[in-house]
């Protein structure tokens, strides 16, 4: 950082004083504490030049008050198991689909009115039903998972143009072993 000549760079400093019941407050008053931390601006030696704020908190005895900030590692929280997004999109692709067969929507772009995106995403979606039957078994029996799925909607596009479901399962079993290392049981 530059600093013009003659310029003193601030620096905040701070130190904490715990000022306990003195014992002269009745019984409702000891369950409580004062935390006072006293706040100076400036450079070093800002407390010795009187330059001081202070921070009164009154809090019970009980209670732990800590000035230093929690550490980042233990504030993540553990992650969820959750269904893939793809096997999610292919459920709503067959809902799609029954709504469409069962004459309660009129078609894709009525579809895409109701959910709130595009035609075009609606197609994208409904392509996940042009797969080999056992590729969508397998996309719906995904187990609920905590880190990268095995299979995204994106890897599974190109698969879904393939004519012949035999030429979409080896294609498929090479993508999911490819990604994952680990063959897909066909």
Do not use: C
């Not at 397998?138 to 004519?163: F, H, M, N, W, Y």
């Amino acid at each position: 950082m530059r600093t013009r000549p003659g310029w003193v760079e601030p620096e905040v400093w701070f130190r904490i004083v715990h000022v306990a019941g003195d014992g002269r407050h009745s019984a409702p008053m000891a369950a409580y504490r004062e935390l006072r931390v006293e706040i100076a601006l400036g450079p070093k030696g800002a407390f010795e030049n009187g330059n001081i704020g202070f921070l009164t908190l009154q809090v019970q005895a009980a209670r732990v008050v800590s000035a230093a900030p929690p550490r980042r590692d233990k504030l993540k929280p553990s992650k969820v198991a959750k269904t893939p997004r793809v096997a999610e999109l292919l459920r709503k692709a067959i809902d799609w689909r029954r709504q469409l067969d069962a004459g309660e929507v009129l078609d894709q772009a009525d579809i895409a009115r109701q959910e709130g995106v595009t035609r075009a995403r609606v197609t994208q979606v409904m392509g996940l039903l042009r797969l080999a039957p056992e590729i969508q078994e397998q996309i719906q029996s995904l187990t609920d998972i905590t880190g990268r799925p095995p299979v995204t909607e994106r890897l599974l596009r190109p698969i879904g143009t393939i004519a012949d479901p035999h030429i979409q399962l080896l294609k498929f079993n090479e993508t999911i072993t490819a990604t994952s290392n680990s063959p897909v049981r066909t």
